[in-house]
Nanobody, 122 residues
Framework: QVQLVESGGGLVQAGGSLRLSCAAS????????MGWYRQAPGKQRELVAT???????NYADSMEGRFTISRDNAKNTVYLQMSGLKPEDTAVYYC????????????????WGQGTQVTVSS
């Protein structure tokens, strides 16, 4: 079994910062891409940022320059440093990871965390 556990969400004023963390645990062989997505009320889930095992990053246009994704491969953990937060960044933030597990054979599966609420007040 594999679990992704997020932490670091909360309430912050506009212009403030938060750092989200997501730790993967369980029967993990290796992890390729890790990322963050978010879903605001009444909207579809959208990409925030992704990072490969080698450290190549990709950001949604509206987040680039304000958000920074990073990872610690030794800890199977991905981070999202958010700065210059705006009320429109209010959403549930989900961690996503493509993880290689063994269940008779080695396969990559996509896993999601339970989500962490980020609320930005104006």
């Amino acid at each position: 079994q594999v679990q992704l556990v997020e932490s670091g969400g909360g309430l912050v004023q506009a212009g403030g910062s938060l750092r989200l963390s997501c730790a993967a645990s369980g029967s993990i062989s290796s992890i390729s891409t890790m990322g963050w997505y978010r879903q605001a009320p009444g909207k579809q889930r959208e990409l925030v940022a992704t990072i490969t095992k080698g450290g190549t990053t990709n950001y949604a246009d509206s987040m680039e320059g304000r958000f920074t994704i990073s990872r610690d491969n030794a800890k199977n953990t991905v981070y999202l440093q958010m700065s210059g937060l705006k009320p429109e960044d209010t959403a549930v933030y989900y961690c996503n990871s493509r993880i290689r597990v063994y269940s008779g054979s080695y396969d990559y599966n996509v896993y999601w965390g339970q989500g962490t609420q980020v609320t930005v007040s104006s």
